[in-house]
């Protein structure tokens, strides 16, 4: 009994330690990731404190029931020649005990609920962005006029790491920078500025989450969720999907680049232009072999979560797509089913744009060894959406 | 099975007869005690079951990158491994128990209603059985966590209507093991056994019994409704249809806040009567135990949605739960409080189910921290679904529940079988599985703080440290199990006889200790004399 309160006193002395060198700064790594990271909001400056006080408490608590545990078991053992007491009750120290805690109680209350009311606050936001979770995979809406409205695209697990990720890929995690916590198109925010944070899912439930801003909200499928974050620091925060969602849940990160005011401007206007030159391209023909290289992108950060990175499917769960009857079929029913969907495969029209559609098509009928040798082009694809 | 069958003291009892011979005693039986060996066994059983498949879990979780499994497999063992711990394991153990004890402690022949006994007994293994053949189905086991969350357990194959109908076999066969408690302890005790003179086992069965048919019905409910949501066209819980998922938490939190009491409840009350036995003292505070316990209870039904802080709860509710959840450190911390008084100034030894008992305090008492901290939902907003929830209630469920049930198992298993288990191998069972516990989930604690998501197959690299080390404890925790069920085994093999009273001085802690080990067949076929039970703590 002894040897397991050493014990665990030492891991309360550690986590005493790293919960004080840690304040300040970010997610520990190793054997120091400890403790809750201090944040950069004010609401994960609150949480941080609030949890460091209610862990304070119970630390108190702690010492003060395994103390009168260890020394009751040192002293009041039969090889002692101890004669065993009598009592078995005492009002007077039983209505303390009730009442202590209660009190205590409610000193932890007090904080809390203004904790809360602050969290809950998310009027007089200076721009709103929504968010929503699919399987598995996050899309931004920028909503704010003057804020990079109109700004709408999806973001999922960085190829590399999806590389690494697969059953029996022989890569080393650890070679991979960030291996799960990179996505190919980051969220982009200007900091100082409150942002409101609508949540919504297409199909499940999700939870979106970055420990640094110091919450989590579940994204709920025909309802919104909201909170806010007013990050102080620029720089690159990184989350995950905190919801079981599926398959593929713990492969759908979040990650937030925080810009200086300005520099959020010049990336507003630069993704301005890339959305009208996505426009121009998609009017552009492209030969087979540049739909099939860019598709070759399109198909490992959208469909080889289930078909499979070389196609292969998952028996008799996900259809493979390499020799698949739809792959080598007609070309019209191939980019309806990625359009539109069906069963369990979702509808892709709005996660791609006309380019990446028709890259994507064309690349599930060339590669793979299924040499179709047909292709589409951007322009057709208006026509089936 | 010699259970019984080294008792001669009832030979010449006409009124009393032994048990039936063979396979047949097992399948028709509607004696308490071989109906609590079967759910004690068939725990046992379920409990490796739902511990391979926990091994699976952290094997895929010692270094990060995909290994082993498939994710789709992985959340299929993590949901299968809490319902067959929770449903297979935790909870026909202390229905085990219950039968075994409940009659012997309240000076009683039998359980009042034998043949509904057995039949709640035998809808456990072909639920389990089902269960389990949802794995080879079509699309996999239900792979959306225990609590089968929609919309994403509708994405389900052919295993979603065969795991919704275990959930209603398991509720049938808890809500009648209840019944069967319920008016066993109303109308069966021994004159002179007033409700205050009951063991504290007995009565926090009898209010657990109270919150499993209260609950098991909702639960049975929402599952019903998964079902025509999927199958019958229905939206309940599709918003496009007009539904809500979100109502389905409520409703599962509804029942599932009480379940997890139902789970801790019957162990408090073992530890309450391990404790004073090796303390050689009265329990201390005996009705405030007794009021604490009915206290838990009742919060239990007020609390639920502290599972869901992050639903996006309208402020005034989250401040609601969060008060309410706090209440319930009151009466857990007086029961704490409680134990250590009971052992304080007492003449105490350390046989191997006081050794479990002690740890359950210490380590059920983590959990209490770690609850309470969860309580504030600000501070939940971080820890909700990371590792930390889950450090959290396996601290209160594998060192709290599951140590109980070791505890309880060691200080009966000598009136159970006639004989005394090897307590140097208790002792060596004992302390593997307390530091490996320790060593498996504690780092949990640490890794969840610091931003690991719960139901991940795989992680980010600053997560591997701690998460090699859980893996490792995991196993070492698993593999020592084995030792427990062989000193069972060895233990009803044969022994050293263990006398009525077994451990020095019991007898004044129970009536069971006046029966001679092993017990006859039909426990208290006279009333106990009343000196008897005057003479209990």
């Not at chain 1, 089913?337 to 069906?342: D, I, M, N």
Request: proline share 6%; hydrophobic share 50%; glycine share 8%.
């Amino acid at each position: 009994m002894k040897k397991t309160l050493q014990l665990l006193a030492g891991f309360w002395l550690v986590l005493w330690g790293v919960a004080n060198a840690e304040t300040g700064s970010g997610t520990g790594v190793g054997w120091g990731a400890l403790n809750l990271p201090a944040g950069v909001t004010p609401d994960s400056h609150d949480i941080h404190d609030l949890h460091m006080t209610i862990l304070w408490i119970c630390v108190g608590i702690g010492i003060l029931v395994y103390g009168i545990l260890v020394y009751s078991l040192i002293h009041h053992r039969k090889s002692k020649g101890v004669v065993p007491a009598t009592f078995h009750e005492n009002t007077k120290l039983e209505i303390v005990w009730t009442i202590i805690p209660f009190l205590i109680l409610i000193a932890m209350a007090i904080p809390a609920t203004k904790v809360m009311i602050k969290v809950y606050d998310t009027s007089a936001s200076d721009m709103t962005i929504k968010v929503t979770g699919y399987q598995w995979k996050w899309r931004y809406e920028y909503l704010t006029e003057g804020e990079g409205k109109g700004i709408d695209f999806f973001s999922s697990l960085d190829a590399k790491s999806n590389e690494a990720r697969q059953l029996g890929s022989k890569i080393d995690p650890a070679t991979v920078e960030h291996y799960l916590l990179n996505v190919d198109k980051p969220l982009v925010i200007p900091a100082n500025k409150k942002i409101r944070i609508l949540l919504t899912a297409a199909d499940v439930l999700h939870a979106w989450w970055v420990p640094e801003f110091g919450w989590k909200k579940d994204a709920i499928p025909g309802f919104i969720t909201d909170g806010w974050i007013k990050v102080e620091t620029p720089g690159v925060y990184r989350g995950q999907c905190a919801e079981l969602c599926g398959r593929d849940h713990g492969f759908m990160p979040i990650v937030v680049i925080v810009k200086t005011e300005d520099e959020y401007k010049q990336w507003v206007a630069a993704e301005k232009a890339k959305q009208d030159a996505g426009k121009a391209d998609a009017s552009k023909p492209l030969s087979l072999d540049e739909l099939v290289a860019k598709g070759k992108e399109v198909y490992a950060s959208n469909c080889a979560a289930c078909h499979g990175l070389e196609g292969e499917g998952v028996p008799s769960v996900f259809p493979a797509i390499k020799g698949s009857k739809v792959a080598l079929g007609p070309l019209a029913d191939h980019v309806k089913l990625v359009l539109h969907g069906k069963a369990a495969m979702p509808a892709f029209k709005e996660h791609l744009s006309d380019v990446e559609a028709a890259a994507v098509v064309t690349y599930q009928r060339n590669g793979f060894g299924n040499n179709k040798g047909d292709s589409i082009q951007p322009a057709d694809i208006q026509a089936y959406k | 099975m010699s259970v019984t069958t080294h008792d001669d003291t009832h030979a010449h009892d006409h009124h009393d007869h032994g048990p039936a011979k063979g396979f047949m005693r097992w399948v028709t039986t509607t004696n308490h005690k071989d109906i609590g060996t079967l759910y004690l066994i068939t725990g046992l059983i379920m409990f490796f079951v739902g511990g391979a498949m926990a091994l699976v879990i952290r094997a895929e979780l010692f270094e990060p990158g995909l290994q082993y499994v498939d994710p789709h497999f992985f959340n299929q063992m993590t949901t299968l491994h809490a319902l067959i711990m929770v449903f297979g394991a935790v909870m026909p153990a202390f229905a085990g128990l219950a039968n075994w004890m409940i009659p012997m402690m309240i000076g009683a022949p039998d359980m009042a209603l034998p043949r509904m006994n057995n039949w709640s007994f035998w809808l456990l293994p072909f639920s389990f059985v089902m269960l389990a053949s949802t794995l080879f189905m079509d699309g996999g086991a239900a792979a959306a966590g225990w609590t089968l969350y929609p919309p994403l357990v509708l994405q389900t194959g052919h295993a979603l209507p065969f795991t919704v109908f275990t959930v209603h076999l398991l509720g049938m066969s808890s809500i009648m093991a209840a019944i069967n408690i319920i008016v066993t302890v109303f109308n069966m005790r021994a004159p002179g056994m007033t409700m205050m003179k009951l063991p504290l086992f007995v009565w926090t069965w009898v209010i657990t019994a109270f919150l499993l048919i209260a609950v098991m019905p909702v639960f049975a409910g929402a599952v019903t409704m998964l079902l025509t949501d999927k199958f019958f066209g229905t939206s309940f819980f599709n918003a496009a249809g007009g539904g809500d998922p979100v109502l389905y938490q409520h409703l599962f939190w509804f029942f599932g806040h009480p379940e997890v009491y139902i789970l801790i409840l019957p162990s408090f009350g073992i530890i309450s009567s391990i404790i004073p036995t090796f303390s050689r003292k009265p329990l201390f505070g005996y009705s405030s135990m007794v009021y604490a316990t009915a206290s838990i209870g009742l919060l239990s039904f007020i609390v639920w949605a502290h599972h869901q802080y992050t639903v996006g709860m309208p402020l005034a509710g989250e401040l609601y739960f969060t008060y309410a959840t706090m209440l319930i450190a009151v009466p857990t911390g007086v029961k704490v409080f409680n134990w250590l008084a009971t052992m304080w100034k007492g003449a105490m030894t350390f046989e191997t189910p006081m050794l479990y008992a002690i740890a359950f305090v210490v380590l059920f008492t983590m959990g209490g921290f770690t609850g309470l901290m969860m309580s504030i939902s600000p501070a939940d907003l971080q820890y909700h679904d990371t590792y930390f929830i889950v450090a959290h209630f396996h601290y209160v469920l594998v060192p709290g529940a599951v140590f109980a049930l070791f505890a309880a198992t060691y200080y009966w298993l000598p009136k159970w079988t006639g004989h005394m288990y090897d307590e140097r191998l208790g002792k060596l069972h004992f302390w593997l599985t307390t530091i490996s516990v320790n060593i498996c989930f504690f780092p949990q604690h640490f890794v969840g703080l610091a931003g690991m998501p719960r139901r991940i197959p795989d992680y980010a690299v600053q997560f591997a440290e701690f998460n090699a080390m859980s893996s490792v404890g995991a196993f070492v925790f698993g593999f020592s199990q084995l030792i427990f069920a062989y000193v069972i085994y060895k233990a009803i093999q044969g022994g050293e006889k263990a006398s009525s009273e077994v451990w020095e001085g019991a007898e004044a802690h129970g009536l069971e200790w006046h029966l001679p080990s092993p017990p006859p067949y039909h426990s208290w076929t006279e009333a106990p004399a009343q000196a008897l039970i005057s003479d209990l703590h």
